[in-house]
């Protein structure tokens, strides 16, 4: 069965430093990895996605995340930090398999989500 | 381009009330989804609709139903409202089919419904 597991509910770090939200996955065929971000009383918005090829894929806002088939990760990272992007980040997992197939069993399979709190 | 759309954004319902919450995308996408979201539980799946003139049931499907009214529109109805229901709700859409399974999913900016 596929599901994702965002071990930690929040994460504070402070303006500047570096920022990383994990993520870990667990799929019957290869993943669609996928990094959604909340903001307050709006709906998801798209960050990034690992599909194939390069393992440290870039997205929007100067978040990037590594792919670890090893250790079934999917790590969201910044390198330094906004106050701006405090928020609620989702990490979602889709199975290649079905998705090929076109099939909509290759649905989205989100984790609880992790509170970043970034303070000035 | 609007996206995905969704009405109303807010509702309060006494319990035993019914209503349909209403998505529409005018992206062209074939699958549409609605999830809910509840602190600490993530979203959850309720149905989804592969194409027009198909649902499946999701994770949580029981007091909803859906319609697929056309490639367009995928509604939500609480027929009886429970406090248990209260919570935001997310219609989303993607395009999908053999070769398009690296979309992402396009969220509308919610319902938040409370039953009392």
């Known amino acids: 069965a596929q599901s994702v597991a965002q071990p930690e509910d929040q994460v504070n770090v402070a303006e500047g430093n570096p920022l990383t939200v994990k993520c870990t996955y667990s799929?019957?065929?290869?993943?669609?990895l996928f990094w959604y971000v909340q903001y307050p009383n709006r709906g998801l918005q798209f960050l990034l996605k690992?599909?194939?090829?390069?393992?440290l894929v870039k997205g929007s806002y100067g978040f990037e995340a590594e792919f670890n088939k090893s250790q079934t990760s999917f790590h969201l990272k910044k390198p330094s930090a906004l106050v701006s992007d405090s928020a609620l980040y989702f990490c979602?997992?889709?199975?290649?398999?079905?998705?090929?197939?076109?099939?909509?069993?290759?649905?989205?399979?989100f984790g609880r989500g992790t509170q970043l709190t970034v303070w000035p | 381009n609007a996206g995905v759309t969704q009405t109303p954004k807010f509702q309060v319902l006494k319990t035993g009330q019914s209503m349909t919450l209403q998505c529409a995308q005018d992206?062209?996408?074939?699958?549409m989804y609605w999830y809910r979201q509840d602190p600490g539980m993530g979203l959850r799946l309720i149905y989804y609709?592969?194409?027009?003139?198909?649902?499946d049931k999701g994770e949580v499907p029981n007091g909803y139903n859906v319609s697929r009214l056309n490639k367009r529109e995928f509604s939500l109805r609480l027929e009886s409202a429970a406090p248990s229901q209260t919570s935001v709700y997310f219609c989303a859409s993607i395009i999908s089919g053999v070769g398009t399974g690296s979309y992402e999913q396009y969220f509308g900016p919610g319902t938040r419904l409370t039953v009392t």
């Open positions: 979602a997992v889709r199975d290649s398999l079905s998705a090929d197939r076109g099939s909509t069993l290759g649905r989205l399979y």
């Open positions: 799929v019957s065929g290869n993943p669609y």
């Open positions: 690992y599909i194939t090829g390069d393992n």
């Open positions: 609709s592969a194409s027009e003139g198909t649902t």
């Open positions: 992206m062209n996408h074939n699958s």
